[in-house]
């Protein structure tokens, strides 16, 4: 999935009224759940049980909805200290706030936070990875009870995409062996996000 990563951080010069720039970003979202729909499909990589795999014929995605995807403005926190992160066990990895997204969705001003795994930073392919988790109204109805991720590359300006049609499920909404990070209250967003990844119902 790394190398969809960079559609979250270029700088496209999106705006809403430009069609040929919707279409581009609404299909590299097309692209992207098609690959985790692949990843999801492959025993190797996938995060369902045996008996989901089974009959695994894809995740269920709302549809894919232009109005998910704004731009966002980037502002870096650099004197953040880093935190033990919760998560669904007593796992407690260390994370860093990297920085803030603000950003406008259905006439509401809206902030999320980005994190850094310190033990990416370490890894020479994530080292400039950023995790965004969240929490929506949507949450325990029609998406994950515990909330979505979205994942990012350090980005090189000020002006980034945001796109919810990438969000997906943790691990865990898959398979209790998981250990997944719990998203901080400081990224609940007070909107039903009606875009990405859609709850799942084990069997």
Known sequence: MLKYLIWLSIILGFNGSSLAQESKLVEAAREYQNELNAEYANPKESPLEKRDLKTFEGLDFFEIDPEYIVEAEFVRTPAESPFAMKTSTDRMPIYVKYGELYFELKGK??????????????????FDYLFLPFTDLSNGNQTYAGGRYIDFRIPESKKVILDFNRAYNPYCAYNGKYSCPVPPEENDLDIEIFAGVKSFDKH
């Open 109 to 126: 001003k809206l902030k999320l936070n980005l994190y850094q795994n310190q033990e990416l930073v370490k890894d020479p392919e994530y």
